[in-house]
Structure formats: C-alpha cells, structure tokens
C-alpha cells in the first residue's frame, strides 16, 4: 500500500474554517473536506488578517493607469498597502509549504477571477487578487488554485499530483542521502515527463553524477528543478506521450487485441474522445492484472490518496 505524506498547503479561511467572508458567511467545499482528511492545512483571511471586521462593506479591485488597487466599496479606502504588509510577515512564518487553495473570484484570494473595476463600475478585466498575487510573486514555483478550478477534473489532478509530489519531495529531502533521492528521482519518472521531459533529462543527469556533488549541493539543485518542472502544465500531448511510454513496458504481455485497444484509447484522448480519467482506470488495471512492477511503482498513475478522485467533477 502507498504511503502519501501529508502536503502542507495555505487555504483561504473562508473555506470550512471559519465564517470569515465579508458578509459573515462560511462557505461548504466538498473538495476541502475531502482533503482534511489528507493534507495539513494553514488557514488564512487575508481581509480579517489586515484589521477589517465581520461582517465588512465588500472590497473591490479598481484599475487606475497601470496599477491594481484593492479599495472600500463603500468608504473608497485603499487597502492595497496594508494587505502587501500582511503578505511580507504572513510569508515570514510559513515554513516548507507545499501550495496554495484559495477562494474563487475574492478581490484578495481570487486565481485569475476577481474583477478588476474601472469608470462607473464597469468590469474592464479579471486578475489574481491582491493577496493571490503576492503569494504568486513570493512563491513563483508553487501550484495555486481555487475551489472552483477545481470541479474540472484534469486541474483536480494536476494540483493534486503537484502538492503531493512536492511533499514526498519535501520529506525525501529531510535528513536523507543520494539513496533516498534516486529512488524518489524513479518513482517520479513519468510525472517528470508529463510536465517537462527537458529537465526530466536535466535531474537525470544530477542522479547520475550524484557521486561528484556535496549532498547537500545535489538536494538544492535537484529540488529547485524539481519544482520547476512540475510548475509548468501539461497539455493533451503530454498525458499522450507518457502512456505511449508506458505502453512500450507492457505491449509484450498483451494479446493483439488489447495492444490495438490501448493504442486506440490513447489517440481518442488524444482527440478529446476519451476522457483522462478512463485512460488511467484502464492503464492501472493493465499494471496490476501483469504485475508489472517497475509500472506499479510510478507514482504517476497513483499520484495522491484514491479517495481525492471519488468527488464530484465536472469532466
């Protein structure tokens, strides 16, 4: 049985912690509940942590020239200084996180969704909020997500399979020698892969010259290009080329029949006609009906705890 280490992520406070939001409301996510069970979470409300109340008038973000500013609906008052105080101590006493959950569409907290406001109140764009944003600046290499990004399925995935590796990269790298390390490096050959074959290639070479480096000098490189592969995302082509890679351990075990089969399901994801999730059910079945041990080792296929993909999705 897979051991997963517990993935340490900062959460908006708002998400089944607390009822924090600007009108006193706590908000049920199936997705965080789910992951309670999992993952050690640091709850924060960015807009309480800066002194405002609950309930609060709601914040808004305006655009003027080429700045972003986080304002009062009502008073007009600028918050933007003070939250950027709040996000240079909040990140001060973070220590070895592994990612970052966050409230959908919160002129703080939003990924990529929160309104930007210009004359009259007209929407003129959507960003990051401001808080968001600062934890993005400071923490360029780790994944950020909402809980609404979250109902698709692939960036379920994708998120989960980033704050679970990191973790296991996190606890490989505590205390541990060069051994630890190559066999963390083999179990996450195809994640590697999927995300950037490149640097997959790059820390391989690091593996391979381990001998010649200081230990601690080969933990620094191999963990900064880790997450610097597993920060780039991985498109349809991708997911492809990695199950035709691993088709190639397992074609000789199978029937005429089931390799036409395998191939056919990997071109229909390929062309949108076979959904992700169904391609790896099959491919997990193929592995451990032929006990193909290199395969069943591969954190790729099993990435995070079974329970985390037995939600509700939007495919």
């Known amino acids: 049985m897979v051991r997963y280490p517990r993935p340490r992520v900062v959460v908006s406070e708002c998400l089944g912690f607390r009822p924090t939001r600007y009108d006193g409301n706590i908000i049920y996510d199936e997705t965080v509940e789910t992951m309670k069970k999992f993952t050690d979470f640091i709850p924060v409300c960015p807009e309480v942590r800066i002194g405002l109340g609950i309930p609060r008038n709601p914040l808004v973000l305006t655009r003027n020239m080429n700045e972003i500013y986080l304002l009062d609906t009502k008073t007009g008052e600028n918050f933007s200084h003070r939250m950027k105080e709040f996000a240079h101590s909040f990140i001060s006493y973070l220590n070895d996180i592994d990612g970052f959950l966050m409230k959908s569409k919160s002129p703080s907290c939003g990924v990529g969704d929160a309104k930007i406001y210009g004359k009259d109140r007209a929407v003129i764009g959507r960003s990051d909020g401001v808080f968001t944003k600062l934890m993005r600046e400071f923490f360029p290499l780790l994944p ?167 939600m509700h999705v939007n495919e």
């Open 144 to 310: 950020i997500e909402s809980e609404k990004r979250l109902l698709k399925y692939e960036m379920r995935r994708n998120f989960f399979t980033k704050i679970f590796s990191i973790a296991d990269l996190r606890e490989t790298l505590l205390g541990a020698g060069s051994k630890e390390l190559v066999a963390f490096h083999r179990r996450n050959k195809y994640i590697l892969m999927l995300h950037s074959p490149h640097l997959l290639k790059k820390l391989g070479r690091l593996i391979a010259e381990r001998d010649l480096r200081e230990t601690w000098e080969l933990k620094r490189e191999y963990s900064r290009t880790f997450l610097e592969a597993l920060s780039r995302n991985p498109g349809r082509g991708s997911y492809a080329n990695v199950f035709v890679h691993l088709y190639s351990h397992i074609k000789e075990d199978l029937v005429e029949k089931e390799r036409k089969y395998i191939l056919a399901l990997i071109e229909g994801y390929r062309t949108q006609k076979v959904l992700l999730k169904t391609l790896i059910a099959y491919f997990r079945g193929f592995i451990y009906r032929l006990g193909n041990e290199y395969l069943a080792e591969q954190r790729f296929i099993d990435p995070y705890p079974e329970e985390l993909d037995q």
